[in-house]
T-cell receptor, first 116, second 116 residues
Framework: AQTVTQSQPEMSVQEAETVTLSCTYDTSENNYYLFWYKQPPSRQMILVIRQEAYKQQNATENRFSVNFQKAAKSFSLKISDSQLGDTAMYFCAYGTTTGTASKLTFGTGTRLQVTL | EPEVTQTPSHQVTQMGQEVILRCVPISNHLYFYWYRQILGQKVEFLVSFYNNEISEKSEIFDDQFSVERPDGSNFTLKIRSTKLEDSAMYFC??????????????FGPGTRLTVL
């Protein structure tokens, strides 16, 4: 079974600074996808960034980028120029597709606080 | 922009009562999911649904749970006899298709279920 581990329960960063959230996963699959979701206090789940395992190039989405190390099964999220609106819970998630099933397995989350 | 909607936003029920949580997926999506998040914990997969049948379910999804797509737009989760431990946020998600590249699931805003 796949597992996703986020070892940082809480992180804090000052506005305009850069922060990196860690995520490791375990799988025996070769084809899979990795995601970072943001959950603000409203508790809506918002997709921040995704990475296909077969792509070597790290995904980037504006201020958000990932460091995907497939051999190490590591998938960290870097937030540059942090903004107050980035304050939220961040979940790393693993997804795979087998037949018609496509479930996401989530980590326990990292609570990010952006301060002035 | 199309979005997944869920009703009600908050449901309070007595232990032992039946509840039905409703979701309207994005209209051209074919795959539907339910996840739950107990307060302070990670998001957990419950069930995936495609072509009017369950594709995959987790061990959480026991005989007390059922899903249905009663018409062309709604997707429901029924809990037959609620228990205190069913108190959680329930998220519906949908995805357009399963591709070899990636499968993005779009989440609804969630229904907070409180069992007293």
């Amino acid at each position: 079974a796949q597992t996703v581990t986020q070892s940082q329960p809480e992180m804090s960063v000052q506005e305009a600074e850069t922060v990196t959230l860690s995520c490791t996963y375990d799988t025996s699959e070769n084809n899979y996808y990795l995601f970072w979701y943001k959950q603000p206090p409203s508790r809506q789940m918002i997709l921040v960034i995704r990475q296909e395992a077969y792509k070597q190039q790290n995904a980037t989405e504006n201020r958000f980028s990932v460091n995907f190390q497939k051999a190490a099964k590591s998938f960290s999220l870097k937030i540059s120029d942090s903004q107050l609106g980035d304050t939220a819970m961040y979940f790393c998630a693993y997804g795979t597709t087998t037949g018609t099933a496509s479930k996401l397995t989530f980590g326990t989350g990292t609570r990010l606080q952006v301060t002035l | 922009e199309p979005e997944v909607t869920q009703t009600p936003s908050h449901q309070v029920t007595q232990m032992g009562q039946e509840v039905i949580l409703r979701c309207v997926p994005i209209s051209n999506h074919l795959y539907f999911y339910w996840y739950r998040q107990i307060l302070g914990q990670k998001v957990e997969f419950l069930v995936s649904f495609y072509n009017n049948e369950i594709s995959e379910k987790s061990e959480i999804f026991d005989d007390q749970f059922s899903v249905e797509r009663p018409d062309g737009s709604n997707f429901t989760l029924k809990i037959r006899s609620t228990k205190l431990e069913d108190s959680a946020m329930y998220f519906c998600a949908s995805s357009e298709f399963l591709s070899s590249s990636y499968n993005e699931q779009f989440f609804g805003p969630g229904t907070r279920l409180t069992v007293l």
